[in-house]
């Protein structure tokens, strides 16, 4: 039987797949899934991980299903082929960006996405100033 952990990544790998309409990198999925992995273990794998994900789950497959539209968005915009690292690290930088600024009002939804190396500060920015109050809980 498989980790809830395994089961959350593959729902949001499957998710990110499913809104790029351009091929990704096996690379580009590897590095997300590194990002991600260790987040979803340490947050999926404790004792009360299938609550956790009750209440989070359709929210990180959402999350996933816009980092792949803005990757894809990304990889377009630059006429690529296919979606690669930087497109996606691109991505994750909005996403980041989401994580953070609705950690205001949730605070388990950052850490989902805390470890992630790339620097969101000005997609935050961006963020609070066009939505600057959080959706409720």
């Given at each position: 039987?498989?980790?809830?952990?395994?089961?959350?990544?593959?729902?949001?790998?499957?998710?990110?797949?499913?809104?790029?309409?351009?091929?990704?990198?096996?690379?580009?999925?590897?590095?997300?899934?590194?990002w991600l992995r260790p987040n979803f273990e340490r947050i999926?794998?404790?004792p009360d991980g299938g609550k956790r994900w009750a209440d989070h789950g359709q929210r990180m497959r959402d999350n996933a299903r816009y980092l792949g539209a803005f990757a894809d968005f990304f990889a377009s915009?630059?006429?690529?082929?296919a979606v690669?690292?930087?497109e996606l690290k691109r991505a994750f930088q909005v996403v980041?960006?989401?994580?953070?600024?609705?950690?205001?009002?949730?605070?388990?939804?950052y850490e989902y996405c805390r470890e992630v190396p790339v620097d969101a500060s000005d997609a935050e920015a961006f963020l609070q100033?066009?939505?600057?109050?959080p959706e409720p809980v």
């Open positions: 039987m498989k980790r809830l952990p395994e089961i959350a990544m593959k729902e949001c790998l499957a998710e990110l797949r499913a809104a790029c309409r351009l091929p990704i990198e096996q690379a580009g999925i590897e590095l997300v899934a590194g999926l794998a404790h915009h630059t006429s690529a082929d690669g690292a930087e980041r960006a989401d994580c953070t600024v609705r950690a205001e009002r949730t605070p388990l939804a100033a066009v939505a600057p109050v």
